[in-house]
C-alpha cells in the first residue's frame, strides 16, 4: 500500500495541545507496524489567522487540500475573538459540505477505567454509534431579519433536507447495522412539532427499511430518545439522525459513557472522492486551554479511526488501529490520568504514555 | 375567592388512566383546603375524535374553551390510527399558540424515594427549572416539498423567532432566576450551527441580561449543555431555551432525575387573558396503555402547579399545593409504586394513596 498523505490541521485552543500526542501516537504505530504516512500542517482554519486576515482560511483552500487522503483535525473556535458561526462556518462547516463529508460517525462506548456517570454501568453496558447526518439539514445558514432594530423584528431560519441527503444517511446506516451483531436501527425525528421535515425523514426510513429486513429498527421522538440514552443506553446499536439531532445525541452519549473529553468522531467521504476529516467530539475549551491538561484521548482514538478508514481493510493498518485501541484502554485503566479523570498527568504525559505501548 | 373553573381533557392512552387520579387527589385537596374547583370534561382533543370526525376538536374548540381559569390536560397522540404531527397540532399545539401560553415551565427535580440513574446524586442535588418557549421557534409547520416523488425531492422547513416571542420568554426566564437563592440562569443555544436564528436569541439574552444585573448568566451550545445535565446537573438553576431545545432539555432533565414518569409542566398565559394549560411531561405511552400501570405522578404534580398558579398567593392554596407535594413525596418514599418505580401497585392505588394523605 502506498503512502497516505494527511493535512494536519489543530484549529484553536486545545487543539492545538492535543494534535502533538495525536501525531505522536500515529507515528509510533507507522513506525510499529510499516505504515507510509506523510504529514503536512496547515497553520490556517483558525481564529488567529482570521485576526490576521479577516477570514478563516485562505482562498484557495479547497485546491491546497482536496488531494490528501484525509485531514487530521483539532478543534475550531475561539469566541471571544471570532464568533463561533463566524470560525465554524468559516471553517469545519465547509470541510464537511464542500468535502462532501456526509457521514459524521461517533461511537458511544463506555471504555474500562473510566468512571461512568450512570449507576451500575460497565464496559459493554454502552456500545453504540451515532451516525449523524452532515452536510445538510438544520445547520443551515439560510435565512434572515425583518424589521430589524424593531419591536417587530422577526427572523426565519431554514433548514433544507434533500432525498439524496437523507438517503444515503439512512443507507450508510442501515449498513452498519446490517454488519453488527444486534443488527438494530433507531431513528431520531421530532415529527410531532417540526411538521414538514421531520415526517419526511419518517417516511425515508420506512422506505429504506424495506430493503434491510434483516435490520430491526424503531424510530423516537428526539426528546424521549435524549432521556433514553440516561435511562437505557444498553439497548442502542446503531442511532441515525440529522446534523442537530445526531449533534446533541454524540455529545449526550459520550457524556453518558463518562466524558466527552474522550469521544472520537470520523467526518467520512464514503465515495473517497475527496479527503474524509477525523477530529474529537470536543471543542477547543477556552476556559482550559494553555494549562496542558486537555485529555488527549479523542485526537488519538480518531486518529485510529483514520488509520481504519485509510487502510481499507489491510492487515497492518487494523492491526495499528487494534494497538492504538489498546494502548488507550490500558492507559484508561492504569494511568497516567488528565484531570478530566480524576489524574494529575499532562497532556503531554498521557500521550507519551500510549505513544510507549505502541 | 372565587370559583375556579377548570376544563378537563384526557386525550389518548395513559392519559385517560392517569386524569381520574389526578382529579381523585384534586377534590381531596379541594375538600380538605375549602377550594371551589369546578370540573368540565370534554370528549375530543384525543384520535378516538378525530377517527369519527375527521378532525381532533370541533370547529368551536377556542369558544368552548376560552372561558375558563384552566386546563387540566393528559396526554393526546396514538400513532397507529393518526400521525403525530396531525394529532398534536390539531390539539395541544393549538392550544399553546391559540391561547398564547408562552411559558412551558417544567420543574426538574430529585425527589425522595425515586431511585436516580446518575451515581452518587441524592435529594437536593438535582433541583432546577427548564424554561421553554412555547408558541413559535422550530415547531412550525411552515415549508414544503419540491420536485416531490423524484431524486431531486427537496423539503424546505422554516422555524420563526419573533422578538417579542424571544424577549417575554427570556424576560420571564430572568425574573425567576431571579425570585430563586442561587439567582441563575443558563441559555441554550446552537449558534455555532444555526447560524441565522440562534445567534440572535444570543443577542435577546445579552440585551435582558442588562436589565438583570443581579442575575448570573451563561450560555452553552444545547450540545454540550446536554452533556452537563448528565454530568453535573448541580449547577443549572434556571435554563431557558427555544420551544425544540425546551422540549429535549425538559425530557433529558426529568431522565437524569429518575424518571419522565413524574415530571410536571404548566403551559402558562402569564397575563391570564386566556386559560394556561397543566399537563405531564410524558406522553400517551401507547405500549402500556390499558393495564392501569401508568405511573400517575405527573398527572397529580402537575394539577398542584395548576393550583399554585390559579391562587395567586392565596394562602389556601399555597397549603394544597404544598399539600399535595407532600403527599406525592411521602408516596414516592414509602410506596405503594406503579411498575416504573420497581413496585407492583395500580396507577389506581398510587392516586388513592396520595389522596388518602390529603
Ligand atoms: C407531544 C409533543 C408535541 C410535545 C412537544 O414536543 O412539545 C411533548 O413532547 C411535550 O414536551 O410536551
Ligand atoms: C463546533 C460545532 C459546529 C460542531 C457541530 O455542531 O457540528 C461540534 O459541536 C461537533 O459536534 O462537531
Redo the contacts between chains.
Keep these: 500500500m502506498s503512502t497516505h498523505r494527511i493535512a494536519v490541521i489543530a484549529g484553536d485552543g486545545i487543539g492545538k495541545e492535543v494534535m502533538p500526542e495525536g501525531l505522536r501516537v500515529l507515528r509510533a504505530a507507522a513506525a510499529r507496524f510499516g505504515l507510509q504516512l506523510e504529514f503536512t500542517t496547515f497553520a490556517w482554519a483558525n481564529c488567529d489567522y482570521y485576526r490576521e486576515h479577516g477570514q478563516m482560511m485562505p482562498a484557495d483552500w479547497f485546491d491546497q487540500l482536496k488531494g490528501f487522503d484525509a485531514i487530521y483535525f483539532g478543534a475550531v ?1 475561539w469566541p471571544d475573538a471570532v ?3 463566524i ?3 468559516g471553517s469545519l ?1 465547509k470541510f464537511r459540505r464542500e468535502f462532501d463529508q456526509y457521514v459524521n460517525l461517533r461511537p458511544v462506548r463506555l471504555m474500562p477505567g473510566v468512571p ?5 454501568k460497565k464496559p459493554g453496558d454502552i456500545d453504540f454509534y451515532v451516525v449523524r447526518e452532515n452536510t445538510e439539514g ?8 425583518l424589521f430589524e432594530h ?15 441527503g437523507v438517503d444515503r444517511i439512512l443507507q450508510f446506516a442501515f449498513e452498519l447495522a446490517r454488519s453488527r451483531p444486534k443488527k438494530h436501527l433507531t431513528s431520531a425525528t ?11 425523514w419518517d417516511e425515508r426510513v420506512k422506505a429504506m427499511a424495506a430493503h434491510y429486513p434483516d435490520v430491526r429498527w424503531d424510530q423516537y ?4 430518545l ?3 440514552f ?2 437505557s443506553p444498553e439497548r442502542f446499536d446503531v442511532v441515525v439522525a440529522s ?2 439531532f445526531g ?2 445525541l ?3 452519549g ?3 459513557a463518562g ?2 473529553g474522550i469521544a472520537p468522531s470520523a467526518n467520512l467521504n464514503p465515495e473517497r472522492t475527496l479527503p474524509s476529516l477525523f477530529e474529537p467530539v470536543h ?1 477547543s475549551a477556552p476556559d482550559i486551554y494553555g494549562q496542558n491538561i486537555a485529555n488527549p484521548v479523542a485526537m488519538v482514538w480518531s486518529g485510529a479511526m483514520m488509520l481504519d478508514f485509510l487502510g481499507k481493510g489491510d492487515a497492518r493498518y487494523v492491526q495499528a488501529h487494534d494497538a492504538i485501541m489498546h494502548a488507550i484502554e490500558t492507559v484508561l485503566v492504569q494511568g497516567p490520568r488528565t484531570p478530566d479523570m480524576g489524574g494529575t498527568a499532562s497532556t503531554t504525559e498521557m500521550g507519551m504514555a500510549i505513544a510507549a505501548l505502541l
Tied chains: 1, 2.
Design positions: 473556535g464568533p463561533d458561526h470560525s465554524l462556518w462547516i461512568c456517570p450512570l449507576a451500575g438544520e445547520y443551515s445558514a439560510v435565512g434572515g431579519r424593531t419591536e417587530r423584528e422577526l427572523v426565519l431560519q431554514e433548514a433544507v433536507f434533500t432525498r439524496k421530532k415529527s410531532n412539532g417540526i411538521a414538514i421535515s421531520m415526517p419526511y421522538h428526539v426528546d424521549i435524549a432521556a433514553r440516561v435511562l446534523n442537530l449533534d446533541i454524540s455529545d449526550l459520550p457524556a453518558c466524558t466527552i471543542g
